[in-house]
């Protein structure tokens, strides 16, 4: 592994925390990892911007050298269909971005999405999450929730919403399950209020001593890879 920090090379010992935040498509997973990152010091990385905005980097370079990216129109085309990019193009993403960061916590927003993702994320990291949490919302909220949020997006129908609800409860239900065993999974009822959830939220990351902690850090849309 390429350590996150200098300091940790040949140490054998993880000093960055790593939190996992998964769930469905209108889950919340941004609005509650905003609300982690404010309370509780965590710098979160959005793995679907990570991803966006690797793709929009690489056709700017594209269209200053009259290129031909095979790599970004992989990447829009899976995103587009709801699918998964391949795990080593992911989690190098991750990987890189939290070296580039003065930082010690992460939450890693919507990653893991199979059991693929978890092993290849040990393997290149040669870390583990300090535990998962898991917002799980009912597939007729996250409907209502998608069809109502009216931001323009072509993939706002219920056929591809319901196709990516399928896929992602086929795809992620083995690394649920995964990290269940581990007793690393933390599940919160994702289809009550926003505040209602947060309250669920802050039981579980309140055990630990991250009640007082320095400024948050959001990289959310920004990450410059």
């Given at each position: 592994m ?24 209108g ?22 911007e ?25 990447i829009?085309?899976?995103m587009?269909?709801?699918?998964l ?34 092993k ?14 898991y ?41 649920v ?29 309140s ?19």
């Amino acid at each position: 592994m390429e350590s996150l920090k200098e300091g940790d090379k040949g140490s054998g010992k993880q000093k960055v925390k790593i939190v996992f935040v998964i769930g469905s498509p209108g889950s919340g997973k941004g609005t509650q990892c905003e609300r982690i990152a404010q309370q509780f010091g965590y710098t979160h990385l959005s793995v679907s911007e990570l991803l966006r905005q690797e793709t929009i980097l690489v056709l700017e370079l594209v269209y200053k050298m009259q290129l031909i990216s095979s790599k970004s129109s992989m990447i829009q085309k899976i995103m587009k269909e709801g699918k998964l990019v391949p795990s080593d193009v992911t989690v190098r993403l991750i990987q890189q971005a939290m070296q580039g960061m003065d930082s010690d916590k992460f939450l890693i927003d919507g990653f893991p999405r199979n059991e693929e993702n978890v092993k290849t994320f040990e393997n290149i990291t040669k870390m583990e999450p300090e535990f998962v949490l898991y917002l799980d919302c009912p597939q007729d909220e996250m409907e209502r929730r998608l069809l109502s949020r009216n931001e323009g997006r072509e993939d706002d129908n219920i056929e591809t919403i319901r196709k990516q609800f399928k896929f992602f409860m086929e795809s992620t239900l083995p690394a649920v399950e995964y990290y269940e065993s581990k007793g690393k999974l933390r599940k919160v009822d994702a289809g009550k209020s926003i505040d209602e959830v947060f309250e669920s939220i802050k039981a579980i990351f309140s055990q630990g001593k991250d009640n007082k902690v320095p400024p948050s850090r959001h990289y959310c849309k920004c990450v410059i890879l």
